[in-house]
């Protein structure tokens, strides 16, 4: 398999109603950086790269054949309750507010502007997947 440098074999590529907005968003609330973007004619982003951490993030302004589409993302973070807040003061919606879970991570759920929904956790403790098996039986 071919993957690009700084790449995984697996990258999330969302695909929005503003590319503008998405770009602000995604640098206010993750510090994400722009690595490389691309416009069309009329200014509006046909691809962009972005780096979150060690991973590549792409995004690109949706058109007429291609609407816009949510997607759901877990992103680790070094303080998830920090992420949280300031996703919500940058426009999010709430979906879950954080709680320690039974599998080991400290997660909270929100719905960005552009209709996608984050998870931010951060691990609190390992678990087995026999341990959280026997809790799930619970």
């Not at 990258?11 to 510090?31: C, H, I, P, T, W």
Request: net charge negative; glycine share 8%.
């Amino acid at each position: 398999m071919a993957v690009p440098k700084d790449s995984h074999s697996v990258n999330s590529f969302f695909l929005v109603a503003d590319g503008e907005r998405m770009l602000a968003f995604l640098k206010n609330v993750f510090g994400a950086t722009l690595t490389e973007r691309h416009n069309r004619p009329d200014g509006t982003i046909i691809h962009a790269d972005l780096r979150l951490g060690d991973s590549r993030l792409m995004l690109a302004q949706a058109v007429k054949e291609f609407p816009p589409r949510g997607q759901m993302v877990y992103v680790y973070v070094d303080d998830p309750d920090a992420t949280h807040a300031l996703a919500l003061q940058h426009g999010a919606k709430q979906l879950n507010p954080l709680a320690d879970q039974e599998y080991g991570d400290r997660v909270g759920g929100f719905e960005d502007p552009d209709g996608n929904w984050w998870w931010v956790a951060k691990r609190i403790r390992e678990r087995t997947p026999e341990e959280i098996a026997k809790n799930n039986q619970a």
